[in-house]
């Protein structure tokens, strides 16, 4: 089927692809269908957007935070996490939203409240996790510029 | 919205899981305890507005950020 979107014009999907946030997400909650969708490939690619297929205004640009922050291990409560699905670790797919100011220097990533989708029920659903240490605005272009020196 | 006054170490229970205690009260804050499933997510009402806040804001991520993001990612 085709959709509206935000940043990439009219685009066709597949809808066994779109996933059900029966929650919403945070400041959302009448939206309940999104799609992740890519600029290009999704191999390798380090950010998806989260895009709604009921309000093609709505997309939310993520990244995969396993490939930005290593460390990152969030404590979730598994009887939360519940709602989406059995928890076959291997069906879960996390993302965390980033934040784009005028200044791209600036850009954060929300680790405190990632987006979590079961990629077998096809359900999703933003969570917000226990630990304090996590912050709701990471800086995210500091974790880009180690990551560029690294690979150098 | 219900108001109920409590005393110290008294409690409200809303549906049949979920218990508030006053624990204590110092000066001008109180101290609650929370007994709830824990498929249940509770959080100071601070972060749930924030985090309302970051999604309403990357959801308005601008063309001019999009293209931001995409050069990145071609430099990268």
Request: glycine content about 6%.
């Amino acid at each position: 089927m085709e959709i509206l979107t935000r940043h990439f014009g009219t685009v066709d999907i597949e809808e066994d692809k779109i996933v059900g946030f029966n929650e919403g997400i945070f400041g959302f909650d009448t939206l309940k269908k999104f799609i992740v969708l890519y600029d290009g490939a999704e191999e390798g690619n380090p950010f998806a957007w989260l895009q709604s297929v009921e309000e093609k205004d709505v997309c939310l640009p993520m990244i995969s935070p396993m490939f930005w922050f290593q460390e990152y291990s969030p404590d979730v409560d598994d009887e939360l996490i519940s709602q989406i699905g059995d928890l076959d670790p291997q069906a879960l797919d996390l993302y965390t939203i980033v934040v784009i100011p005028d200044d791209i220097k600036d850009m954060t990533t929300n680790l405190k409240a990632p987006i979590i989708i079961n990629r077998e029920t096809k359900k999703g659903m933003q969570v917000i996790v226990n630990d304090d240490v996590y912050d709701i605005k990471h800086n995210l272009y500091e974790q880009l510029e180690k990551l560029k020196k690294a690979g150098e | 919205m219900l108001a109920l006054t409590r005393k110290v170490g008294e409690s409200i229970v809303i549906a049949d899981n979920i218990e508030i205690t006053i624990i204590a009260i110092t000066g001008d804050q109180i101290k609650l305890g929370i007994d709830a499933p824990k498929s249940i997510s509770i959080h100071r009402k601070e972060i749930y507005l924030q985090i309302q806040e970051e999604n309403k804001a990357a959801a308005a991520t601008s063309e001019a950020g999009a293209q931001a993001l995409k050069d990145l990612m071609g430099k990268k």
